[in-house]
């Protein structure tokens, strides 16, 4: 292949796989909405978990302007979830924090703990949101208007899953934002007993 059709075959590679990502998150919704998609616990150490996923999405990271920090404690401290869909929420908020995080940004994860309660926190100094749009932000296709502008891809999907997951683990997803100054999620979990 010549370059103009090395750069053509890359393109349609790229769509196919965004339509493929949209058509999964798509399919996911409607399991959730209809109450087929099964939720299978077990109990994992969740510092293990976290920082196999937060190291993942960083290697991933194609902006070394963007800085990452993790502070998570000394392992184990076990949770009861799902180990194929609380990952899924965990990577949406940080590839989210990636996103729309400036040159110069960080993006932070910690951990604590609160009695039987785990709090995963994921802050970002990016666009944030703003007050009046802050109601609509975990609804389906909701995107910011100041990120709309932005040459990033988004179907307004992920964070309407995300709480729908969170929510059916038992946990809550809540976040706190400025516009312009940032955005923390907390993604909240029952722990263990012991």
């Known amino acids: 292949f010549n370059d103009d059709q090395k750069s ?24 959730l909405d209809d109450g087929g998609m099964l939720i299978e616990r077990k109990q994992v150490d969740i510092v293990d978990v976290l920082g196999r996923i937060f190291g993942e999405v960083k290697e991933s990271n194609k902006n070394e302007k963007i800085t990452f920090r993790s502070n998570l404690p000394k392992g184990p401290i076990m949770v009861s979830t799902d180990t194929v869909l609380f990952p899924i929420v965990m990577q949406n908020l940080i590839t989210n924090a990636m996103k729309y995080s400036p040159d110069g940004g960080e993006i932070a994860m910690e951990l604590e703990q609160q009695n ?3 709090l995963v926190r994921v802050s970002d ?7 009046e749009e802050q109601a609509r932000v975990f609804q389906k296709f ?9 040459l990033t891809s988004g179907t307004g999907l992920g964070l309407y899953l995300s709480k729908r997951i969170m929510e059916r683990l038992g946990g809550t997803l809540t976040f706190q934002s400025v516009e312009n100054e940032g955005t923390t999620f ?3 979990l029952t722990q263990e007993e012991k």
Do not use: C, P, W
């Open 116 to 118: 039987e309660k785990v």
């Open 125 to 131: 100094h990016g666009l944030g949101i703003s007050a």
């Open 8 to 31: 053509y075959l890359l393109e349609i590679q790229k769509a196919s796989s965004e339509m493929a990502h949209l058509l999964d998150t798509l399919l996911r919704v409607a399991r």
């Open 142 to 150: 909701f995107r910011a208007k100041n990120s709309r502008h932005m």
């Open 186 to 188: 907390t993604a909240t």
